[in-house]
């Protein structure tokens, strides 16, 4: 028997988990209640005042984000006095508001404006003087402030403090003062901040990347993509205006980010900014790089691996899709059967990750051993928090630790170190009183205990054999199971487990230290900085510019992730599909179009676009199949040009 | 304050003892970020103000990121992000010290330094400001606070003489002693026959009683025999009993409030709520300076009550001679292992700590002021929940007002029945101290039973009359915060009940009077500047709405108002009240609202004028 409330709300009656707000239940029924404070991923404040609805039997109006459900509880949101309410509260906040909708990136996706309209009356009364306040204030590189704009609602300040930890970004002064922003001296550093520019329900924080680009119906193109920035694989919606991809959205999913975004991701991924980004092939004559046709210039590419027979190499990159990853290692691999093709640089894990991001969310003991998620895998770093501010434990072995606010303890070693002190801390585990009053005992104190548990380590300590084996055993200890938590050691290149999974061999492959001895042609694909190799040797291809450092023999632009159909598998071992957006425009190949017609030039017919790549790889991983069959989660999207891929 | 830092601006950072220091107040209490207030008074005690290199270096020791700290620093009043005069002068011109001399001796301040308000004389040593709030001293007015210290009864040009050259010479004035009220107190009419006052026996007394004392007349018992003789429920039931109700101005019952807390094991909290921050208030005070064992006796019994180990009594900030009184009789009474662990052979145990605020209205707000002692930005919460059930860091928490936790020895010690026969029961048991200010000739804190007195009897009996033989144009019963009442219903009994018959609320019983030479607009105005300034700014209504109906009152009493703002102020009254979070914002529009109701010819004949009112320099 669920834990059910029966309410009615405008006559409707509704039925709801016990706890469920207010708010929420009203949204089950279908009901609009109009909101700016409230968010759903942050703890209600009842600040702004819009909700305000009649309960029966109560005095006074509540906020119905503040009020969780009573049984029987009657409630109206039409009722006169609600109406009256919303009209102040409305008046009331566009009092000091200024009237900047012409020049105001938000306007016409902005909460305020929307919710004027709906529930506000057509005019106000105030002729008294507004206040005047920085407008455009640099709060950082990436965001701007404009003061006046800002309604207090405080969403932007309570995600640095509940959701980042770090209060990047605090309430100063008081009452009609009130403002947001930093310590002075000091800029909104935060790797996180580009999700209040999303939280924010007018334009005061705005991004500066996106600034005067756009009006929200001009963003023809609203496209569900995944991240390419890290192993997390954060889900996001792209949006395009005119074949130009402006700036980067998160998507709800709570097996993965929530809807949070790190700022990497979210802002320096994105092609657009990618300086004197190749659109056309190029081959070097004498001292430059001359464009040629694509055709040719793949032939040339054919040829010259070929004849480089052993000495040739193939360097897969970090952000190659799952079909490109496949089609290396097929089709490819079997056109080039003398040369060298390896995942560079290295996403070898020895201990793929098993688990779940929810799974961690949820957990009670939390173990880092060399990993600093922060850093690495930030938006994880939020999921982490998550279970500590429930209460879980935090314990940290290494030398850096972003989450130092939240860990009970942080056993600071360098890595040669850490095998030994995971010796220490499992023994410290299965005696505690043995080790009473040491490092290692006050690092097991916090681990022990019930509950799902977590243990992720740096996957270079985790390719020793030795220490790999006190990791399992670790994990063991502490009852971290697949099933209920998550353990491994995360690739964490932005499809490093893609490539763990479809081609572990070439994961393994070991690289000479020096390419440039070892090999004659090497063609390095998918993103990344390009290898330290003599003139005539590269051939680039990809969809960032090679690098003044690099002297390449042929350069191959390719698709940019977020311009083509692919699909990522995230550290934890989600595969993740994502569509084409139509902004590839003039079309330039996939990843694994490119290796396909390569391997077709080589002799080795395969598979070129994604239908038929799919099929291949589902039928030799049964494993991705059934996600990849799958549509990729997101709104419906107009497409601009149809089948670019 | 530091000699010099404060004027030279010079960056300074905290000496290795001083770091030292603030380490161990952050070890004092439950949760570190408590620590975060007085470790940045203590820093800017030192530093003279809180440069955001200093504020980082706190928050860094207690162990909060340094937004934590600014968002403090720049909410309370006390604490400053500029460097000031060695001596920072604050001037009260709120009600009602505002037209009882606070106005002329801003002026007269600021003529004699030649100094504007809000600027620092050019030698650096002095800084004068105007500021709207009250500090507790409206029966001694005009006063001023001068650093930590107050100067009051500075209503005599050689008052203000000697103090004028203390600051001149940039020394710490000397406060100005109080006169012995007059008639002394034993020649004041007796309320009731046989009556006895409860909780200021020693009218007119400005010195602490010891614990010696305090003992020798019956303190103490009532906690003893709850320990010794009573379970927690049973002191819950005697309270309940009394009839007790909270003296803070909500007036709930408070035994009932004790009962709320559930049970379950695990840390409770008894707060004491001494943060009188109510124009015209100074109750609390009085009680503190003159008879801080029985707060500490009550807080005592009261935690007894409700399991609690470990007490808070938060103190406004400015009440700097109350704080240091509280802790001697709180190490008095520890000494006497009244208080500690082990009580009394028995087996429960507790600790009282002293939080001092910083200047913040706000702070008497119970769930701003849990807010406070956490460590936040005090801006009061969302309920539910309720403080019985999650208050201080979650847990059940009690806040009491300092007057109802000094009743409660004696309830103890003579038993409920002869409480609940005092005053005007059954629902106004008890007595209650009046505090009564503004234009009558003898100012101050008067106890009487609930509903023995009218309000012209107060002023008239009591109070010495209205002064200078004026009328009486209307009282303030609550502060600033409840209808003003007009002149027509002073004969109303000072009771909870009857003041609400009369169109107002009786609070926390700070009565000002103002009378017919009072300039009912600019009083208004006054009053609302106070709101606004105090306003958190969390809630829209409170924020914009204080900000508008000020700007409003503003141009009115400046010569620019029209008859349409009468009703728009009247239509802005209503969106704010009863929509807004707390309390703050639905007493921000009575002075409006009871203002127009009452004197709207005397706004119309101000809006008719098309002059400023004139100020209040020559009262």
Known sequence: ?645 | MSDGAARAGAAVTLSEEVRAEVRAIAERYPKRRTALLPALKRAQQVAGYLTPALMAEVAELVGVPAGAAQELTTFYSMLHTEPHGKLHVDVCVQLPCGFMGGERLLKQLSTDLGVAPGETTPDGLVTLARTPECFGACHRAPMCRVNDTYVENLGTPEAVQTLVTSLKKGELPVPVPVPAPAPAPAARPKPAPGFEPVLLPHPGRTSALSLEEYRSEGGYRGFTKALTEMTPAQVIEEVKASGLRGRGGAAFSTGLKWSFVPKAPGPKYLCCNADESEPGTFKDREIMEVEPHSLVEGVAIGSYAIGSNEAFIYIRGEYVEAERRLLHAIAEAEAAGLLGKKIQGTDFDLKIHVFMGAGAYICGEETALLESLEGRRPMPRSRPPFPAVSGLYDRPTVVNNVETLANVPKILANGAAWYSQLGAPPRSPGTKIFCLSGSVNRPGNYELPLGAVTVRELIEQYGGGVRGGHKVLGVLPAGISAPIIPEAKLDAKLDYESIAAAGSMLGSASLIVLDETVDIVRAATRMVEFFRHESCGKCTPCREGTQWLHKIMTRIELGQGNPADLDLLKSLSSEISGKVLCALGDFATSPVTATIEHFREQYLTQIGRRAPVPDWSDR
């Open chain 1, 1 to 645: 028997m669920t834990d059910t409330v029966n309410i009615t709300i405008d006559g409707r009656v509704v039925q709801v988990p016990k706890g469920t707000l207010l708010v929420e239940a009203a949204k089950r029924a279908g009901i609009d209640i109009p909101v700016f404070c409230y968010h759903e991923k942050l703890k209600p404040v009842g600040a702004c005042r819009m909700c305000l609805v009649e309960i029966e039997k109560m005095p006074r109006l509540q906020t119905a984000c503040t009020t969780p459900v009573g049984e029987g509880m009657v409630v109206r949101t039409q009722a006169g006095n609600v109406k009256a309410a919303q009209n102040g509260v409305l008046e009331l906040l566009l009092a000091n508001h200024p009237l900047d909708c012409p020049i105001c990136d938000k306007g016409g996706e902005c909460p305020l404006q929307d919710t004027t309209f709906a529930y506000g009356l057509g005019e106000s009364r105030m002729t008294e003087p507004k206040r005047a306040l920085d407008k455009a204030f640099p709060l950082s590189e990436r965001i701007a402030l404009d003061k006046e704009r800002c309604i207090m609602c405080m969403r932007c300040t309570r995600f640095q403090a509940e959701i980042v930890g770090d209060e990047a970004i605090t309430v100063m002064e008081r009452g009609g003062q009130s403002e947001i922003g930093c310590l002075p001296g000091k800029t909104f550093d935060s790797p996180f901040s580009g999700n209040t520019v999303e939280l924010c329900p007018v334009g005061a924080l705005t991004s500066r990347q996106y600034r005067f680009r756009a009006r929200p119906w001009d963003i023809k193109v609203r496209v569900p993509a995944v991240c390419n920035g890290c192993a997390v694989g954060c889900n996001v919606e792209l949006h395009a205006r005119d074949g130009r991809i402006l700036r980067m959205w998160g998507r709800d999913n709570t097996e993965v980010n929530d809807i949070w975004l790190c700022d990497r991701g979210r802002f320096d991924t994105l092609p657009t900014l990618a300086a004197e980004r190749p659109r056309k092939a190029q081959l070097r004559r004498g001292d430059a790089l001359e464009p040629a046709d694509y055709s040719v210039a793949l032939g040339g590419a054919a040829e010259l691996l070929r004849a480089a027979g052993k000495r040739a190499a193939v360097l897969l990159g970090p952000t190659l899709s799952n079909e490109a990853l496949f089609v290396a290692g097929s089709a490819l691999r079997r056109a080039l059967p003398e040369a060298t093709l390896a995942v560079w640089p290295s996403a070898a894990t020895a201990w793929p990750v098993e688990g779940s991001v929810a799974q961690l969310k949820r957990a009670t003991r939390i173990l880092l051993v060399g990993l600093d998620p922060w850093s690495d895998l930030p938006v994880v770093a939020l999921q982490i928090r998550k279970a500590t501010q429930a209460g879980a434990a935090l314990v940290v072995i290494g030398e850096h630790n972003g989450l130092a606010r939240d860990s009970a303890l942080w056993w600071r070693a360098a890595p040669a170190e850490q095998p030994a002190r995971l010796r220490e801390l499992l023994t410290a585990l299965d005696s505690p009183a043995a080790q009473a009053g040491s490092d290692a005992q006050r690092a097991a104190s916090p681990l022990q205990g019930q509950g799902p548990a977590v243990l992720l380590a740096d996957p270079n300590l985790a390719a020793d054999a030795q220490t790999r084996d006190l990791l399992r055993a670790l994990a063991t200890k502490l009852g971290a199971s697949a099933a209920t938590g998550m353990f491994g050691a995360p690739a964490l290149a932005a499809n490093g487990r893609g490539a763990q999974d479809l081609v572990p061999e070439l994961v393994a492959q070991r690289l000479p230290a020096d390419l440039d001895a070892a090999f004659d042609c090497v063609l390095c694909i998918g993103g990344g900085a390009a290898p330290a190799l003599g003139p005539g040797k590269l051939l680039y291809a990809s969809y960032e510019a090679p690098g003044a450092a690099a002297v390449p023999k042929m350069v191959l632009p390719l698709a940019h992730s977020y311009e083509q159909a692919g699909s990522f598998t995230n550290f934890a071992g989600a595969v993740q599909p994502f569509q084409a957006g139509g902004f590839n425009n003039p079309a330039l190949p996939a990843d694994f179009a490119l290796l396909g017609r390569l391997a077709a030039a080589l002799g080795v017919q395969g598979p070129l676009e994604l239908a038929g790549v799919r099929e291949a790889l589902a039928a030799q991983h049964p494993a991705y199949a059934a996600v990849l069959a799958r549509p990729a989660k997101g709104r419906p999207l107009p497409l601009l040009h149809e089948g670019a891929e």
